[in-house]
């Protein structure tokens, strides 16, 4: 090895890649040390298969994971798209029909149509309606239905002579990957009916 000069080793060893002065009191002592890079690889494929733990940027908007994006929740938010952030709802007004079929035996079709004048379908089709019959003073729902895809229902009950109503509820059809909110209006239709067999 070579002669040392103030705290240092010379040159002469294998792994004189750098060099570390003597310390206070000679401590730690002079000597050699050795440099070595440092290769940090990230794997792209998500760790837990959340996307606000997963070091990507899912959603394009230049923040990463939670703590980042506004859209993560927490670490295990399996999205980094926005919650709730939804545009002004839009409306739909409806309408919905009421017809009667007397059936045998004091049974009654009761059966209709709801439309959507703004053709918006998905305020029309798979549609819950309520049959109600008015009691004592209030409505009670005798049968509930769905509507088909073009809007039409139908149910049987017993018939007694009084008045009915097809009540289509209120309904929210929300589309978070359009930030989208629909409103369906509540749609009624009351009627007076008496058995004609």
């Known amino acids: 090895a070579g002669s ?40 792209p494929e998500p760790v837990n298969g959340h996307e606000c733990d997963d070091g990507i940027d899912n959603d394009g908007d230049d923040l990463v ?3 980042e994006d506004p859209g993560c929740l927490d670490e295990t938010d399996g999205s980094e798209l926005p919650v709730n952030v939804i545009v002004e709802p839009v409306r739909h007004d409806r309408t919905i029909s009421m017809r009667f079929d007397d059936g045998a035996g004091r049974r009654l079709v009761v059966f209709g149509r709801l439309r959507v004048p703004d053709g918006f379908d998905d305020c029309r089709a798979a549609q819950p309606v309520n049959v109600q019959r008015r009691v004592n003073g209030r409505w009670v729902t005798k049968k509930t239905t769905t509507t088909n895809r073009k809007g039409r229902y139908a149910v049987e009950i017993f018939d007694l002579a009084s008045r009915y109503r097809a009540v289509a509820p209120r309904a929210e059809l929300e589309d978070l990957d359009n930030q989208r909110l629909d ?15």
């Open 65 to 67: 994971d939670f703590g």
């Open 183 to 197: 409103i369906c209006r509540k749609a009624v239709k009351a009627k007076r009916h008496r058995h004609r067999r």
């Open 4 to 43: 040392g000069v103030n705290g240092t080793r010379g040159a002469g060893t294998s792994d004189d890649a750098c060099e570390q002065p003597a310390g206070t009191n000679n401590q730690p002592p002079a000597g050699n040390c050795i440099s070595q890079s440092l290769t940090k690889q990230w794997d």
